[in-house]
């Protein structure tokens, strides 16, 4: 077989199979990146593939880079993380050496994507190990100010409740919240997932509200439904109203999402008269240094942590940060940080996941770099080898800066020997 038709064979191959691909060879080139890793990525032009690509596997704590260095396996590495596109992704991963002969000649992360399994059975923000009341909720916002007083009222008058907003804003909170502040109490309160089997749904939920026992139902993004099974647990809300206080939410406005064919317009009706909009966390940023403030008092007292919290640099870098993923992203953000915490005070930038570095950094060049880089008249056009310099400036400092200026660690990342790059550094100096 011809070696253009075996190269065709493989690329199709690794291109339509259900797992995200990338391989490096021994110098950490990347030599398959499959469209699957892409998706995942949320990678969808050529500029961004080969950006990503030349980088991810020379950054020296990535799992590819490891792998390279120690010979070992990684197996069965879970990660949360949040694509380019602002998507919440859950993989398993397994990092291989390859080895020919017995000698390295690269490396392959293999990744399955878990999200949908995962957010199943994953609520919104963990829980805190005890009732989740009005009074846990850190937020200092007037916008949060104002989400809690109206589910306050709703919690009075026990109406059924519509929330709305991105994934991960805490809406399963103000659901919570409205079910500790009932008066007279509810016994039980119980989500229901509605990403779930559609008919295991509604038999739990019959069985629920079956009970002699007065319960709050919480409908967590109740547009994952179909319009036909909408209308199913209308039906059960209507006729269990009077003993049960119902609550749903759903991920958009409710109103684009009828005129998308996604909620019923019955259902909304069932609940609008209390509507309330939890708003993106990039809408709230006082709301962050709260939260992480009350994140690190729980892990001390659960750990004997020394924790204190972040510093300077990273906090900034924090309050900087749009979260596509809201509080959850930051949530899980620093679940990882802890985990991989020892005895330090504060959180300094090497120790943020390199996912998460190196999103920031990408976020930082698309900002400055297209006024930077792109002629938009004759007066931007300068001579071929003067915009290449200034590209390869760029890039090099933007380098040295994720690596807080240690020259060693930036070379290795780019692929240059020590040497190399102090001449390329003294000459942008001169």
């Given amino acids: 077989m011809k070696q253009q038709n075996l190269h065709e064979i493989y690329k199709y191959i690794t291109d339509n199979i259900s797992a995200g691909i990338h391989a490096v060879d021994a110098q950490g080139k990347t030599v398959i990146y499959n469209a699957k890793m892409r998706e995942l990525k949320g990678i969808h032009s050529l500029e961004e593939d080969q950006f990503e690509q030349e980088m991810i596997a020379k950054i020296n704590d990535s799992h590819l880079y490891r792998v390279l260095k120690t010979c070992e396996p990684i197996k069965n590495y879970k990660m949360n993380f949040w694509n380019r596109v602002g998507q919440e992704i859950v993989t398993i991963s397994d990092i291989l050496p390859i080895k020919k002969d017995g000698e390295l000649i690269g490396a392959v992360e293999i990744s399955k994507d878990i999200t949908e399994r995962e957010l199943m059975a994953y609520q919104p923000l963990r829980r805190y190990g005890q009732p989740l009341t009005f009074d846990i909720i850190t937020a200092v916002s007037p916008l949060m100010a104002g989400v809690i007083e109206r589910a306050k009222m709703a919690a009075k008058t026990r109406m ?59 409908c967590e993004r109740v547009e994952y439904l179909s319009l036909e099974g909408q209308e199913r647990i209308l039906n059960l809300f209507k006729e269990h109203l009077e003993s049960h206080v119902f609550i749903a939410s759903v991920g958009k406005d409710p109103i684009d ?18 509507c309330i ?37 990273v906090e900034q870098i924090f309050l900087d940060y749009d979260w596509p993923g809201n509080l959850k992203e930051l949530e899980v953000l620093l679940d990882d940080i802890t985990s991989t915490m020892t005895n330090e005070t504060l959180i300094d930038f090497d120790m943020l996941p390199i996912y998460f570095r190196w999103k920031v950094q990408s976020e930082e060049l698309s900002d400055t770099t297209g006024s930077m880089f792109v002629a938009e008249n004759e007066k931007d056009i300068r001579p071929l080898n003067v915009f290449m310099n200034e590209v390869e400036e ?27 790059l102090q001449y390329r550094l003294k000459k942008f100096n001169e």
């Avoid at 079910?179 to 038999?203: M, S």
């Avoid at 400092?397 to 020590?418: E, H, I, P, Y």
């Fill in 277 to 313: 909009n939890v708003p993106a966390l990039s809408d709230r940023k006082e709301d962050i240094k709260p939260f992480i403030s009350d994140y690190f008092n729980r892990y001390r007292n659960n750990t004997g942590s020394r924790i204190q919290g972040l510093s300077a640099k």
């Fill in 160 to 218: 059924p409740v519509l929330l709305y907003g991105e994934s991960g804003t805490g809406k399963d909170m103000i659901a919570e919240g409205i079910h500790h502040d009932l008066n007279p109490e509810n016994d039980h309160f119980i989500t229901l997932i509605c990403r779930n089997d559609e008919q295991a749904l509604i038999d739990q939920l019959k069985q629920q509200i079956d009970k002699n026992e007065q319960v709050t139902i919480f």
């Fill in 394 to 420: 760029y890039y090099i400092q933007n380098a040295l800066k994720m690596f807080d200026g240690n020259v060693s660690q930036t070379a290795k990342a780019l692929g240059l020997r020590r040497q190399s």
């Fill in 257 to 274: 999402l009828i005129e998308k064919g996604q909620l019923s317009k019955d259902l909304y009706y069932f609940f609008a008269s209390v």
